[in-house]
């Protein structure tokens, strides 16, 4: 009766560890509508033909974040920022799951991403990016990041990024978090 006991105590405790994880794993504090309502742009009704086109790299109001680095969240093996800020970015809807992007000079392509998501409201909702180390209570890293993607009045793009990032290391915990909105101008279709 005992070892009865104690075994569904333990089988108990696993499930309650489990639920925490799965908890952990599958909440977001990040959403396309939180994302919407941050955003001050007014966003014209959302069309394919007007968001495929050639846009600048380079953001007038953040320049140290061009729009490669904040679509592909790296900055590029091949070149660095400052060069990279030379090109321009090349975005196709190709259906309604995949925004095709590529890093262009002229007639040349450098890059090419596809990024999954779905249309949502006015704009492409690129897929969360979700990291997470859960070994918690002993070490703990979560890393969000979602970001969605429209145009303006003029055509111009309109990008929204929210992130979140958080950690632990035997109980003591930190995090960082925000919402970051940048307009591109548009080139050309």
Same mark, same amino acid.
């Given at each position: 009766?005992?070892?009865?006991?104690?075994?569904?105590?333990?089988?108990?405790?696993?499930?309650? =560890?489990?639920?925490?994880?799965?908890?952990?794993?599958?909440?977001?504090?990040?959403? /396309? =509508?939180?994302?919407?309502?941050? *955003? /001050? &742009?007014?966003?014209?009704? +959302?069309?394919?033909?007007?968001?495929?086109?050639?846009?600048?790299?380079?953001?007038? %109001?953040?320049?140290?974040?061009?729009?490669?680095?904040?679509? &592909?969240? #790296?900055? /590029? %093996?091949? +070149? $660095?920022? /400052?060069?990279?800020?030379?090109?321009?970015?090349?975005? &196709?809807?190709?259906?309604?799951? #995949?925004? $095709?992007?590529?890093?262009?000079?002229?007639? *040349?392509?450098?890059?090419?991403?596809?990024?999954?998501? =779905?249309?949502?409201?006015?704009? +492409?909702?690129?897929?969360?990016?979700?990291?997470?180390?859960?070994?918690?209570?002993?070490?703990?890293?979560?890393? !969000?990041?979602?970001?969605?993607?429209?145009?303006?009045?003029?055509?111009?793009?309109?990008?929204?990024?929210?992130? !979140?990032?958080?950690?632990?290391?035997?109980?003591?915990?930190?995090?960082?978090?925000?919402?970051?909105?940048?307009? +591109?101008? =548009?080139?050309?279709?």
């Amino acid at each position: 009766m005992i070892v009865r006991h104690n075994f569904e105590k333990m089988k108990l405790g696993y499930i309650y =560890k489990l639920l925490f994880l799965i908890i952990i794993l599958f909440s977001s504090c990040i959403s /396309t =509508k939180k994302l919407i309502r941050n *955003s /001050t &742009t007014e966003i014209s009704e +959302f069309d394919k033909n007007n968001l495929d086109g050639i846009y600048s790299n380079i953001n007038k %109001q953040a320049e140290n974040n061009s729009l490669w680095f904040i679509l &592909t969240k #790296t900055i /590029t %093996q091949k +070149f $660095n920022q /400052t060069s990279i800020e030379n090109y321009n970015v090349k975005i &196709t809807l190709s259906n309604d799951k #995949t925004l $095709n992007i590529k890093l262009v000079k002229q007639d *040349s392509i450098l890059e090419e991403y596809n990024l999954p998501g =779905k249309i949502k409201n006015q704009y +492409f909702s690129v897929d969360k990016d979700l990291k997470l180390i859960p070994f918690y209570p002993i070490y703990y890293i979560r890393n !969000e990041q979602k970001t969605i993607v429209g145009n303006d009045k003029d055509g111009n793009l309109v990008l929204v990024n929210g992130f !979140e990032s958080e950690g632990a290391i035997l109980f003591l915990g930190n995090g960082n978090n925000g919402i970051y909105e940048y307009k +591109f101008e =548009k080139i050309k279709n």
